[in-house]
């Protein structure tokens, strides 16, 4: 059994950065797929990107293309999203999830002054 | 970029009847390995998506059978065959036919009548 744990709560300033991991445990993590997902209040799931820790393959969602980096971790199973730049609008709870279904607890983002 | 359209957005059910989602992808999601790569998730209130449906048509580990998907190429459909009150919550298709790069459909909220 996969799982995925996620980091803490965090409050930003506008125009910080913030980081969130997700730690996993279970399973092969090179050869899986972790996406990362967000969901602003009251909208929809929005995919972000996604890596393959193996090669590793990275890919983003065009409108996040120039303020979004995910990196994983091989050493510590732990695949992380970095955001610069924030604004209010990117007040969401943030998920990683993986290819077989197995998805984090969700880490809430609050960006305000 | 592959978009994903579902319908209804709202879908209200009596307990016991039977409820049906459509989703409906821009380009085909039929790989040439013969699997279509489209997985449905349904999001509880206060929870993380759960997945319900890979590969179009598989029912994920523990998921009742009175949920089941078809479909290929383009248009899928999720049924439910007697709708239950633990139903409720937001359902989602997603594509990954070009991992690690996935979309979301819009969400498909089933409401209890």
């Known amino acids: 059994q996969i799982n995925l744990v996620q980091s803490g709560a965090e409050m930003k300033k506008p125009g910080s950065s913030v980081r969130v991991s997700c730690k996993t445990s279970?399973?092969?993590?090179?050869?899986?797929?972790f996406s990362w997902v967000r969901q602003a209040p009251g909208q929809g799931l929005e995919w972000m990107g996604g890596?393959?820790?193996?090669?590793?393959?990275?890919n983003y969602a065009q409108k996040f293309q120039v303020r979004v980096t995910i990196t994983a971790d091989k050493s510590t199973k732990t695949v992380h999203l970095e955001l610069t730049n924030l604004r209010s609008e990117d007040t969401a709870v943030y998920y990683c999830a993986d290819r077989w279904g197995n998805w984090g607890q969700g880490t809430q983002v609050t960006v305000s002054s | 970029d592959v978009v994903m359209t579902q319908s209804p957005l709202s879908l209200p059910v009596t307990p016991g009847e039977p409820a049906s989602v459509s989703c409906r992808s821009s380009?085909?999601?039929?790989?040439?390995?013969?699997?279509?790569?489209l997985d449905w998730y349904l999001q509880k209130p206060g929870q993380s998506p759960q997945l319900l449906i890979y590969?179009?048509?598989n029912r994920a580990s523990g998921v009742p059978d009175r949920f089941s998907g078809s479909g290929s190429g383009t248009n899928f459909t999720l049924k439910i065959s007697r709708v239950e009150a633990e139903d409720i919550g937001v359902y989602y298709c997603v594509q990954g036919l070009q991992t690690p790069r996935a979309t979301f459909g819009q969400g498909t909220r089933l409401e209890i009548k």
């Open positions: 590969l179009a048509s």
């Open positions: 380009q085909s999601l039929l790989d040439s390995d013969g699997y279509n790569y």
């Open positions: 279970g399973g092969d993590f090179s050869s899986n797929v």
């Open positions: 890596i393959i820790p193996l090669f590793p393959t990275v």
